[in-house]
């Protein structure tokens, strides 16, 4: 683990952990880029968090980091880390959480597990109309659900690019201009559970497209890495205007 921070604050104001998961180098251009404008961000922290598995271009080494929350001193790699990585973010006003997918869930997905002030500041500053609210038991071993102002940025793999670069660039700057946007229409899919692979969904199945025969909508559909199933499940949704 690196980390890189800019002291000019007593506790950090954002903190911006990259790379969780070891084969979403994307999460690594995050850290260089904010890492070489340092200066310009009080109180910014960076962790590149999971650089073992980044060096083998594995999601975990022994397990997954992002299921391994609150984390475990005497566990494998990934629950030591989570041990080790917990403190540095309870104090930390936001905490983005970066990502890519390899579903076609479109340039985009906002992730938190609750929703509070600081979570609706970040979604604020952020174009996407669908927002994923991870529910316990899912929550509870995910970085983002131990923390109170955190939200994952889950970027499509083949739409991380420089421009993918930029909006996380917009979104900080946002943050620390304490920016307000208008609100907007969102809908908040509620991911409840994991996609099991044995499920038969229809061949047009879509992200945030309801199956009436599964009761279900499909989050971040075909990402394997959930342990070889089919992606995360949501079983409803609602409105909000953030
Ligand atoms: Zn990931």
């Known amino acids: 683990m690196t980390i890189t921070k800019n002291t000019q604050t007593a506790s950090p104001f954002l903190t911006i952990v990259c790379c969780q998961h070891g084969n979403e180098p994307f999460g690594k251009d995050i850290f260089n880029l904010f890492a070489s404008q340092i200066h310009e961000f ?4 960076l962790i590149l968090a999971n650089e073992e598995a980044l060096a083998i271009d594995k999601r975990g080494v022994e397990g997954d980091l992002n299921r391994s929350f609150p984390g475990n001193q005497n566990g494998n ?53 669908n927002i994923v609210l991870v529910k316990p038991p899912l929550a509870d071993t995910s970085l983002i659900g131990n923390v109170e102002g955190g939200l994952s940025l889950e ?18 700057r946002g943050l620390y201009a304490k920016t307000k946007r208008p609100p907007q229409d969102r809908e908040v899919f509620v991911v409840t559970g994991i996609l099991p692979k044995e499920l038969l969904l229809p061949p047009d199945a879509k992200d945030f497209t309801f199956i009436p025969e599964h009761n279900l909508y499909p989050v971040l559909l075909k990402e394997a890495s959930y342990m070889g199933n089919q992606g995360l499940m949501a079983t409803e949704k609602y409105n909000v205007h953030i």
């Open 42 to 45: 009080p109180g910014l922290q």
């Open 155 to 172: 970027f499509q793999k083949t739409l991380a690019d420089e421009r993918a670069l930029q909006t996380t660039m917009n979104l900080v």
């Open 77 to 129: 790699h990934e629950a030591r880390l989570a041990y080790h990585i917990l403190p540095l973010l309870q104090s930390s006003r936001y905490v983005l959480d970066v990502h890519t997918s390899v579903s076609s869930c479109g340039f985009l997905v906002p992730i938190i597990a609750k929703q509070n002030a600081s979570t609706e500041s970040i979604i604020n500053l952020l174009d996407e109309s």
